[in-house]
């Protein structure tokens, strides 16, 4: 009877565990199928190779497709390969770290340049260029992987060189499990969270004074107000996956035996759904970026039907 029991209990938490892989993998291919509808709309329009602002969101877009990729990836290898191999799992840490740094990062960005754009627009041509822009996204990377480099840094002084030669359960709480490591991330988590809010705070109130200065005219100074609420709206969307490592220490040890279904809940919504909500809101929002999109897709069900006809 124990053994039966114990059977049952095996292949139900195999049946659970299969269910969750699949759900997370099913969220990832839709989330980077819409996210790569955006990619295909941004290289098929030659008019947005030369705005900058346009070559920022497709890089938040494209940051966003390789963040939830290395996520699936950690998720499934933490049910599938409990013995990853040190090395490989500290080079998976180090990418989903830094494009994780990456999207507040970008954001900012995007926030400076849409203040130059509304409170100097006689600079902005000279300012944003294609150049600096793509020099701005390498700086962006150059930022977001520092706090990675940090964490591997400090591993290598804290722990011996031979546990490099051993495997381990692949997530950051295990790889970096040193004390130093956790004061270490919430000072950088500090510091980078809150030099974004200060470039946000500055730039969106700077542009909120200029469009109500620049003329009467309601509409534009409405318009302006909505592009900062959004921005903000992304952030905030953004900055839901910096919380689930302390809502799964509050609220989990409150639910023992629902702790899995809660943490698992909670990646999905503060991980998951921000990747999908923060480019789509954005992208369908924009009018001539949408106009593309819809235009390219009605060309393509045009094509399609012609052919379906010949045949």
Request: proline content about 5%; overall charge positive.
């Amino acid at each position: 009877m124990n053994s039966t029991m114990l059977q049952h209990t095996a292949q139900d938490r195999y049946a659970e565990n299969f269910v969750r892989n699949f759900i997370v993998v099913v969220f990832g291919i839709i989330i980077n199928s819409v996210n790569g509808v955006f990619v295909f709309t941004f290289f098929r329009s030659s008019i947005f190779y030369n705005d900058p602002r346009y070559i920022l969101y497709i890089h938040l877009v494209m940051n966003d497709m390789l963040m939830v990729f290395q996520t699936v990836i950690l998720f499934v290898m933490a049910y599938a390969w409990s013995n990853v191999p040190l090395p490989f799992c500290i080079i998976l840490l180090i990418i989903a770290s830094t494009t994780h740094k990456n999207i507040p990062l970008t954001l900012a960005g995007m926030a400076i340049e849409r203040y130059i754009a509304i409170c100097k627009p006689l600079h902005h041509p000279r300012i944003c260029t294609v150049r600096r822009t793509y020099i701005l996204i390498s700086l962006i990377w150059g930022i977001g992987v520092i706090p990675a480099l940090a964490d591997f840094f400090l591993f290598l002084i804290v722990f011996p060189l031979s546990v490099l030669s051993k495997g381990t359960l692949c997530n950051s709480a295990t790889v970096y499990s040193s004390p130093y490591h956790d004061v270490m991330s919430k000072f950088l988590l500090g510091l980078y969270t809150s030099a974004v809010w200060l470039i946000l705070v500055f730039t969106y109130y700077k542009v909120m004074v200029t469009a109500r200065k620049a003329n009467t005219d309601k509409s534009s100074a409405k318009k302006a107000q909505s592009t900062i609420l959004l921005h903000g709206l992304q952030l905030m969307l953004c900055m839901l996956s910096y919380i689930t490592p302390v809502l799964d220490r509050i609220y989990a040890p409150l639910l023992p035996y629902e702790q899995k279904k809660f943490v698992f809940s909670n990646y999905i919504l503060t991980n998951m759904m921000p990747r999908l909500l923060s480019p789509l809101i954005y992208g369908i929002r924009d009018k001539k970026f949408y106009k593309h999109m819809k235009g390219h897709f009605k060309c393509r069900l045009l094509i399609v039907k012609v052919e379906a006809t010949k045949r």
